[in-house]
């Protein structure tokens, strides 16, 4: 029996994530506000604050961080072009800035079950002189240099919604804090705070809420639905680790699925290892959990493990659409999407981070020419039209898409688009929503040694059993459904129990995946979820 996700799936709670008012005579003032402590949201405020510095002038910049120290939600792999550290940082080498190792050997294998073939390394995926690093680490160290600049950073505070008024948008709201699960207020309650900001940056990652609100109320679209991958990923410390950069596809998953799995050496007996899930995929590949477990038992990954221990695990959603996701435009009155938010990921190169960080530095130069001049914040658009992001998502435009049409017409395409720069195929391919695929009932399978469960103890996370629900649950799911969103979510918050469904949101790590498939994730007080120290 064939499950329809999108029958299932609630709307987007819009009138709850954008608010009607402008913000009251009690709001903090800024000129800027930024929301989201990632790569996007602090290279956005320190480019701000450092143009501001050396005209000096003085524009008030605030960070808002919904964990509860800077870099606590932030995982990735993470292999870095550390292009965007060399923009903002220009007077610094590289061995100051927040890496790990250099990468100086890499291998690619095609993996069966109990064996692995050596392949050659894609172009595209071609890392040597790049940086593995930690996207925490990386996190912390931005945000320090931010606050040297004079950059206000709020860690523990989530945004709940967006203030507007005719389309403008004119400030934010914080989200309530220490509310009791029916949301009364409870010990240490603190009401919500509205914030006034002449300019909003959202920087919110992945299939952010507010975003999402923003792009369907002035009815946004893109020429393609974007399209989603899942991360999970450990970081494991061990005597022998990698001494090169490892990426793996084929098993643990099946043909007509696209991910793969990495392993990275970060210095000081640490391996970061991990597998990424196309959310199209079908139903026997969507646990990306346990398609790690499998992984980190393949005779080419199990010995770097050996005798060693696994000291921190994550998950987080990746935009995988590319150039025919992206919005028709990132910018409005207002307001500007960077990042992960805006789509700026490029699938066939692996490579987001200095995406993110470049989009930050164009958003904050439209900024500043609307905050001295008024020079509309379509600025943006037009900047990113010649920027490094878009040329290379062009021409990798058509390498993920082809993949949703099987793996042997997705490898030839992306062989004819390397050889030909991405003039072939030409236009581009369309891809189908990820919701839309209709999906098998899916078949019981034994869990993994390392549970959903012990990742959620590994991630650090520190959510009260209280909380009310930031989870938008249908009534009535069918069981099948249910048993799909439960193999789907990393971290045990759904889980189908007979005819019925138990929803465990203080297990989320917010890693947006099921939003994507089945309940809409919103934001939930500030300082709670995972806290992640180096992944």
């Known amino acids: 029996m064939s499950i329809h996700l999108r029958e299932t799936r609630p709307p987007l709670p819009v009138d709850r994530l954008l608010a009607d008012r402008a913000p009251g005579p009690e709001a903090l003032p800024f000129d800027v506000a930024v929301v989201g402590g990632g790569p996007a949201g602090l290279a956005a405020a320190i480019r701000l604050a450092q143009t501001a510095q050396t005209a000096g002038e003085e524009f008030s910049i605030c960070v808002f961080e919904k964990a509860a120290e800077l870099g606590g939600h932030c995982v990735s792999g993470a292999v870095v072009n550390p292009v965007g550290f060399r923009e903002l940082f220009p007077e610094m080498d590289d061995d100051a800035f927040p890496f790990r190792t250099r990468?100086?050997?890499?291998?690619?294998?095609?993996?069966?079950?109990?064996?692995?073939?050596?392949?050659?390394?894609?172009?595209t995926m071609r890392n040597h002189g790049f940086f593995t690093a930690s996207l925490s680490e990386m996190a912390?160290?931005?945000?320090?240099?931010?606050?040297?600049?004079?950059?206000?950073?709020f860690p523990g505070f989530a945004i709940g919604s967006l203030l507007m008024r005719e389309n403008r948008v004119l400030g934010l709201e914080t989200v309530p804090a220490g509310r009791r699960r029916d949301g009364s207020p409870g010990t240490g309650f603190e009401p919500a705070t509205e914030v006034a900001a002449r300019v909003v940056i959202l920087a919110e990652g992945a299939r952010g809420p507010l975003g999402q609100a923003w792009r369907a109320r002035l009815g946004i679209s893109s020429p393609s639905p974007p399209i989603f991958a899942l991360g999970v990923k450990e970081l494991w410390q061990s005597e022998n680790p990698p001494d090169r950069v490892v990426h793996t596809m084929g098993y643990p998953l099946p043909r007509s699925a696209f991910g793969g799995g990495f392993m990275y050496p970060m210095g000081e007996g640490l391996s970061a290892v991990g597998m990424v899930v196309g959310l199209d995929a079908p139903t026997e590949a969507l646990d990306a959990h346990r398609a790690l477990q499998l992984l980190k038992a393949h005779p080419r990954i199990q010995p770097h493990l050996e005798g060693g221990e696994c000291l921190e695990w994550g998950a987080r959603l990746i935009p995988e659409g590319g150039l025919g996701s992206l919005p028709e435009r990132v910018s409005g009155d207002g307001l500007l999407l960077v990042g992960d938010t805006a789509g700026f990921v490029d699938v066939p190169s692996l490579k987001g981070i200095h995406y993110a960080m470049l989009s930050g530095i164009l958003a904050a130069d439209a900024a500043v020419a609307h905050l001295r001049a008024g020079v509309p914040l379509s600025l943006y658009d037009a900047s990113l039209e010649d920027s490094e992001i878009l040329a290379d998502l062009r021409r990798n435009r058509n390498m993920r898409p082809a993949f949703q049409r099987g793996f042997v017409r997705g490898a030839l395409t992306s062989v004819l688009a390397t050889l030909t720069a991405g003039a072939l195929p030409s236009g581009a391919l369309p891809v189908e929503d990820d919701v839309a695929r209709p999906r098998e009932a899916p078949e019981p399978v034994p869990s993994p040694p390392f549970s959903k469960l012990d990742g959620v103890f590994r991630s650090g996370n520190n959510?009260?059993?209280?909380?009310?629900?930031?989870?938008?649950?249908?009534?009535?799911?069918?069981?099948?459904t249910a048993a799909l969103w439960e193999r789907i979510c990393p971290a045990g918050v759904y889980e189908s129990r007979g005819d019925g469904l138990t929803v465990n949101p203080s297990n989320c790590v917010d890693c947006r995946a099921a939003d994507v498939l089945g309940p809409r994730w919103t934001p939930r007080e500030g300082g709670v979820g995972p806290r992640w120290r180096r992944m």
């Open 463 to 480: 959510t009260r059993d209280d909380i009310p629900s930031h989870l938008v649950v249908p009534d009535g799911v069918p069981p099948d």
């Open 103 to 123: 990468v100086t050997r890499e291998s690619v294998y095609l993996l069966a079950a109990r064996q692995g073939v050596r392949v050659p390394t894609p172009p």
């Open 140 to 153: 912390r160290w931005l945000g320090e240099q931010a606050e040297t600049l004079g950059v206000e950073v």
